[in-house]
């Protein structure tokens, strides 16, 4: 495959990334860490236009499903743990401009999600932490919290907690068994399964399947046997990309990244040109960008860009060329990828 790099707009702190819908286009989202912007642009003109102004502090930004110009983002999760005014807020367009209005406030919310089961949506949120003391206090582990989305965006949501002692509660990925969505979260005590009540008032599922400690987490079937893998950074923004396969014991290490990745932080898995790949990425050593595929029976990696520090990445399909989009944090930077054959 071949990638070429196209910066869209200088965005310091760049950290989150999305894509959402526009009138049956498809347009990504940008936004900053840090008391900053959020940027919309276009996938096919990349005509740029500004979504908010501030407050910033943007780890997730979420499409809400089957709506036109409507996401959920978190802001107020400012570098260095800042982040006991963190909120989920409602961004829509009116045909004239954005606006935002916040549907809750849940102190150190860093990743979350809309999961649906039955007919009934649910707003799923991780927090890293519950509180802190200073940068370096990992006392008070995260926990997951859950409340139905109802249709009349915005109205308050009070979240109510469904599990927690989860420390550095970090790592997020959505799984669709084609029936309902359900996620993997990933904190020091390892990656937990969570799946939504079968019915209105039911109980949450939630269930350790990889005890060790993981920072962010991706699946995809990288070798093709009809059986995903599971790519995981270990630990905490750690310095390890590992893959692991699931076997009738459990999850078995399967494949280590033959060099040490300093502050490992992109890890997202799916396919570019029809082929089954996991991304990764470090924001600190050479600050590279990085692919994996499957060739001749063994898992290959290739350097995809190095020296901007990305922290999150999205892709979008296309029939001539895949987009990969590269929130650069380090380097301050929104920037896309063509990814061609």
Known sequence: ????????????????????????????????????PCYGFDVETFAKETVWEGPGGTMSIVPLPGMNEEFLAVQG??????????????????GREWQVETLFRLPFLHRFDILERNGTRYIFCCTLCEAKKDYDDWSMPGALYAAELPDDLPVPIPPTKIADGMTRNHGYWRLNNGKFTSALT????????????????????IGNILPVPVSDIALCDIDGDGVSELAAIEPFHGDAFTIYRRTTEGWSLMYRYPEKLPFCHVVWGGYLRGKPVFIGGCRSGDRRLFILHWRDGAIRHHVIDTGLGPSNVAVITGRNADILAVANRESGNADIYLVED
């Open 77 to 94: 999760f400012y570098p260095n743990y800042n982040a006991v005014g963190t909120e989920i807020v409602h961004a829509s367009f009116n």
């Open 186 to 205: 990933a904190c020091d005590q390892g990656v937990f399964e969570v799946i939504p009540p079968a019915f209105n008032g039911g109980e949450w599922s």
């Open 1 to 36: 495959m071949k990638f070429t790099r196209r910066h869209l707009a200088d965005l310091p702190f760049c950290y989150a990334v999305s894509a959402i819908e526009q009138d049956g286009r498809t347009k990504l989202v940008f936004a900053s860490e840090e008391r900053g």
